[in-house]
């Protein structure tokens, strides 16, 4: 819902440093994968009971997933790339909730709800994709991307406030879970409506 709205502001200083990365011979794919590591990294610190540094390490993992991007601009984004970015987003979405899963008895049904709503949501974003991209759609609401972003009420803005907030609070991650596991269910709906207009033959 948001990241659309914020990438006027992020993406000029993100693409400077993207420029300055490309020319030093730093690929995109490279800083994917480090990005992916940094945040199984944080996942893997909150499930030790280490939260403050998970907390930083999800904050380095959403900068180098900008950056990712901002190379690709400057090389020219790839489907391999796309592809390895996507994967490596819904890796490290997965990972936080089962980190607070491990650490904690009491979050394990939370966090497995929220796993599970993931799933929906990252199926039903990729369908779309899919079938958008078959019928020749194109976007550039979220930047220049490999395939079709559709928007929804949860996007990657909001996960990473609702990861912040898990770590700031980690008390109340149960409550925090739930809320958010039915959002991402919304936004199934709501995309699934979005196909429903979009995809009526």
């Excluded at 502001?9 to 300055?20: F, K, M």
């Excluded at 079709?148 to 996007?155: D, N, Q, R, V």
């Excluded at 770590?167 to 269910?185: E, K, M, N, Q």
Aim: some cysteine.
């Amino acid at each position: 819902m948001l990241d659309a709205k914020l990438r006027p502001l992020i993406d000029p200083p993100l693409n400077a440093l993207g420029r300055a990365l490309a020319g030093a011979g730093i690929t995109a794919n490279a800083i994917t994968f480090a990005g992916l590591a940094l945040g199984l990294g944080g996942a893997a610190a909150i499930a030790l009971g280490h939260i403050g540094w998970g907390l930083a390490l999800i904050i380095a993992n959403r900068v180098l997933d900008g950056l990712d991007g901002a190379v690709a601009r400057v090389r020219g984004p790839s489907d391999l790339g796309g592809y390895f970015d996507i994967v490596a987003d819904f890796a490290f979405y997965v990972s936080i909730p089962v980190g607070f899963g491990i650490l904690a008895p009491a979050n394990t049904l939370p966090a497995l709800v929220l796993v599970a709503s993931f799933v929906l949501t990252g199926v039903s974003f990729l369908a779309f994709a899919v079938i958008a991209g078959k019928r020749g759609a194109s976007t550039e609401a979220h930047g220049r991307k490999s395939f079709f972003y559709s928007t929804g009420l949860a996007e990657g803005t909001e996960t990473i406030a609702v990861f912040i907030a898990m770590c700031l609070f980690p008390a109340w991650f149960g409550t925090i879970a739930y809320a958010y596991a039915a959002l991402c269910t919304l936004t199934v709906f709501q995309r699934s409506a979005m196909a429903l207009a979009a995809f009526r033959d």
